[in-house]
């Protein structure tokens, strides 16, 4: 697997493939025996990688994972960064893909002219293409695509 998946995922995955056999496994985080506060800037976890072709998704509904860096895309109260250039107004102009039709519908499926609020915090799901080493080894296998 070539990327860190969203928190919850990889939970889940760690809940059904490693709790869920009882077995025990042993496995090395990411940042191996260096406590947390003695992280320094320069290591490898927090280098992002450059601009790439995209990793085919996993599944039909995988968030997709973001090819390019985010360095400096902020996203606060007022303005989202990534909907500079993701938007339907916008994503013509700028190349990138538009949103998904369901990042403009609210839990009632009502539809927004904006981004649906519930997708508004983008790094909630979407995370940068990085290729990290599995923490523990899996026989996880992409789903079949259509047709196949
Ligand atoms: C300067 C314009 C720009 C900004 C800002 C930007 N993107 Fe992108 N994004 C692009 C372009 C262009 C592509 C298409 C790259 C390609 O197809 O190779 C892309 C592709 C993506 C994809 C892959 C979609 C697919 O086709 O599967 C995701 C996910 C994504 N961006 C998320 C984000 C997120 C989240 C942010 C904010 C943190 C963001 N982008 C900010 C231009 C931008
Ligand atoms: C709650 C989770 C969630 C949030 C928040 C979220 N997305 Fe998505 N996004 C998804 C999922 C799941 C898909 C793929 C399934 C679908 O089409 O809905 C997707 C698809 C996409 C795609 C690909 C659309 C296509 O046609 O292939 C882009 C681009 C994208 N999102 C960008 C963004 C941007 C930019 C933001 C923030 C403004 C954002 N997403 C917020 C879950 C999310």
Do not use: W
């Amino acid at each position: 697997m070539r990327f860190i998946p969203a928190l919850g995922l990889a939970a889940a995955l760690l809940l059904s493939g490693v709790g869920g056999a009882g077995a025990q496994q042993k496995f090395e985080s990411l940042r191996g025996d260096v406590p947390i506060d003695q992280l320094s800037k320069n290591d490898n976890m927090f280098r992002p990688e450059r601009d790439q072709d995209l990793i085919p998704r996993d599944f039909q509904k995988q968030p997709p994972l973001i090819p390019h860096s985010i360095k400096g895309y902020n996203i606060t109260q007022n303005f989202n960064k990534c909907m500079d250039c993701h938007s339907k107004e916008r994503a013509e102009e700028t190349g990138a893909t538009l949103v998904a039709k369901s990042h403009y519908l609210d839990r009632e499926d009502k539809k927004h002219p904006n981004i649906s609020p519930r997708r508004y915090f983008c790094l909630q799901c979407h995370v940068p293409q990085f290729d990290a080493k599995p923490l523990v080894a899996n026989t996880y296998k992409p789903a079949a695509k259509r047709g196949e």
